[in-house]
């Protein structure tokens, strides 16, 4: 179980074009979803938390208008990459957290991710 | 924030060998999430462990909360076992998880 999709793997645009990413639990329900950016060799850098129904919460430093987030059911979630330039290129990865049984701690939520999207902007 | 360092920052090691990774967190945390991100990308979930010691397999994991660290062993290391190791946390209120800066291992035949 606890399995995340990401949809494309990799894409490839033009500058000044619009990119949609997809975030998918395929076996659970995730009210929350977290999007994240990897630069090469270089730790993962949290963009935005996406809650289910409400409005997603920006790190700082992050333009909301440009990294659209959008999570309209508790299984999908979805970051649009408006009017791509050549940084935007990154690896977009997106987590789910799931409440796993921790037994006589109770429940506790554990973040799996999805295998990734790597975007070049030419 | 919290912050989380990881030692070593890269590690070489022969097929067979035993290696240990620690990660250090500079505040208490109620998630430790150890993850291995493989050559393609894929982060995958290794340990959720905010304190006490699990074992799966060839690796195993010990959080010593109380002094702030974790240690991740693997044992007979393979060439698969290669990738980055990354350490993340969440810490109080923080619904947030932060990640050390990872370590990359390199399994050579």
């Known amino acids: 179980g606890a399995v995340v999709s990401q949809h494309p793997s990799r894409v490839i645009c033009k500058s000044g074009t619009s990119v949609k990413i997809e975030c998918r639990s395929l076996d659970f329900q995730a009210t929350t979803m977290f999007w994240y950016r990897q630069f090469p060799k270089q730790s993962l850098m949290l963009m935005a938390t996406s809650n289910e129904g409400s409005k997603a919460t920006y790190e700082q430093g992050v333009e909301k208008d440009k990294f659209l987030i959008n999570h309209a059911s508790l299984t999908l979630s979805t970051l649009t990459v408006t009017s791509a330039h050549p940084e935007d290129s990154s690896f977009y990865i997106c987590?789910?957290?799931?409440?796993?049984?921790?037994?006589?701690?109770?429940?506790?939520?554990?973040?799996?991710f999805g295998p990734g999207t790597r975007l070049t902007v030419l | 924030g919290i912050q989380v360092e990881q030692s070593p920052p890269d590690l070489i090691l022969q097929e067979g060998a035993n290696s240990t990774l620690r990660c250090n967190f500079s505040d208490s945390v109620n998630n430790l999430q150890w993850f291995h991100q493989n050559p393609w990308g894929q982060l995958i979930n290794l340990f959720y462990?905010?304190?006490g010691t699990k074992q799966n397999g060839r690796l195993s994991a010990t959080t010593v909360a109380t002094e702030r660290y974790s240690l991740l062993y693997i044992s007979s290391s393979q060439t698969t076992d290669s990738g980055v190791y990354f350490c993340?946390?969440?810490?109080?209120?923080?619904?947030?998880?932060?990640f050390g800066k990872g370590t990359l291992l390199t399994v050579n035949p």
């Open positions: 987590s789910a957290s799931r409440p796993t049984s921790g037994g006589a701690l109770g429940y506790y939520n554990e973040q799996f």
């Open positions: 993340a946390v969440r810490g109080g209120s923080n619904y947030k998880l932060t």
């Open positions: 462990i905010p304190s």
